[in-house]
């Protein structure tokens, strides 16, 4: 036997074929590797003592897919925002254990992949769905991988369901003209305008606060977004969704002006509350200043959006209106991409390649008026 310091586990011979690492877990239980080398139980050795000091899973050999998938969970746990975590474990529950759950992790085969996704495709489930069960399946047997519980990632070798595609609906310029005729002498005036003016996101607009704003310098700046915690069912205020959201957005003056004015109204809402006003610094609140419920704006919304007499759309569909005027009138890709807090130019052109017709045209032009000698 080869005998480490205490806590380090040993290496030792098991019988005539076999070699044995041993390691005490964290619950004091031990756990027992096989090997047919002294070097490779080492390894295992070495691989089990890494984990503990990390603090995830020490593989078994023995995993089945649901054992594997709740321990990913508690890992996934705090590295990611809690609507997502949410997410993830309900695709875990519903679709991955019940069929996948009893197979040992290291017996997972890309056939039981491809299988699955068309039985979930055949029960009526979006295509959309199906795609994020995929995603939640690669990342979590992307981790079983970096901590050699499996040989390859099988994940890699199924084709993955493509989202469904959804058409893009914006406003045009004469109809977002309407909408903020509408929407002038209502108490959120500031923040359609805001919408179509600046494309942030809605959890952007609900999350921003007065000193996010530098209305001097006609400009604000991202810091967060308001969500709904789907486990305390309250608004939660988090980090913006990627590091490029975080970003610094100009104002025109119109914008300027309506925040002023929301400023001023919010004063007076302030006195008439008194002590019962919840958020000082929230921009955009409810009548006693706490955060606004998304569910109950997107009513409101859809009722101003009936009394302009517009299409029902989506309040995220400002968002695509704001950067598809933008393209359409010239503005350079780069610039509305900072603008959208995109993280690459490559997917403001992918998302708006229709609007941006004008600019092709203004090339061919450019390049024609060269051919002929001007």
Sequence with gaps: MTRRGHGEGSVYRHNDKLWAAAITLPNGRRQVFYAHSRHEAAEKLNTALHSRHEGVPIPSGRETVAHFLDEWLEMAKPQVRERTWVRYEQLVRVHLQPTLGKKALKALQPRDLQSLYSKLLGTNLSPTTVHHVHMVIHRALGQALRLEMVSRNVADLVDAPRMAHHDMATLNDIQVRQLLTITSEDRLAALWLLAVTTGMRQGELLALRWGDLDLDRRALQVTGTLQRSRSSGGMVREAPKTARSQRRIMLGDLAVAALQQRRTEQVSERLLAGPKWQDPDLVFTTESGGPLDPSELLRHFR?????????????????????????????????????????????????????????????????????RGG
Aim: glycine fraction near 2%; charge should be negative; charged fraction near 20%.
């Design 303 to 371: 009722r101003l959006l009936t009394q302009a007499d517009l299409p029902r759309i989506r309040f995220h569909d400002l968002r695509h209106t704001a950067a598809t005027l933008m393209l359409s009138r010239g503005v350079h890709p780069k610039v509305a991409a900072d603008m959208l807090g995109h993280s690459t130019v490559a997917i403001t052109l992918d998302l708006y390649s229709h609007s941006t017709e004008p600019m092709h045209r203004s090339a061919a032009d450019i390049l024609d008026e060269i051919a």
